[in-house]
């Protein structure tokens, strides 16, 4: 009786963790690579403590088209994603969303790839 019910709490933990890497794409809108613009991003949030909710984001002009993005703290004050980290989850959006773009979780942050049209 008590091998069951540590399975049912186990599996009901597991099925109630955070999703790390989840990966929202976008169905529509502009398509595009946008690569070349993963690494500035990725630069400015490095190394930074992030306030709770603070957003770090910029625009890069790529391919002919721009790329927005954007960094968000979703979890408290002081938390950090080293620049790997965010070129991994970057990059994994930019090249498994069918070039659409999309939002993607990792622990305390959110990290959005979005192409679109004309320049920034």
């Known amino acids: 009786m008590k091998t069951s019910f540590k399975a049912i709490?186990?599996?009901?933990?597991?099925?109630?963790?955070?999703s790390?890497?989840?990966?929202?794409?976008?169905?529509g809108g502009q398509t595009g690579d946008c690569s070349a613009a993963i690494g500035p991003i990725?630069?400015?949030v490095n190394g930074v403590s992030f306030a709770a909710g603070q957003t770090i984001?910029?625009?890069v002009n790529t391919n002919g088209i721009r790329c927005n993005m954007a960094v968000v703290?979703?979890?408290g004050g002081g938390s950090q994603i080293g620049?790997?980290?965010c070129i991994d989850d970057m990059t994994a959006t930019n090249n498994?969303?069918?070039?659409?773009?999309?939002?993607r979780a990792d622990g305390n942050f959110q990290l959005t790839l979005d192409p679109n049209a004309g320049a920034c």
């Open 57 to 59: 984001s910029t625009c």
């Open 9 to 18: 709490i186990t599996a009901a933990l597991v099925a109630f963790a955070p």
């Open 96 to 103: 498994g969303c069918d070039s659409h773009g999309g939002i």
């Open 83 to 85: 620049q790997q980290e």
């Open 73 to 75: 703290n979703t979890g």
């Open 20 to 27: 790390v890497a989840a990966v929202g794409c976008f169905s």
């Open 42 to 44: 990725c630069s400015m």
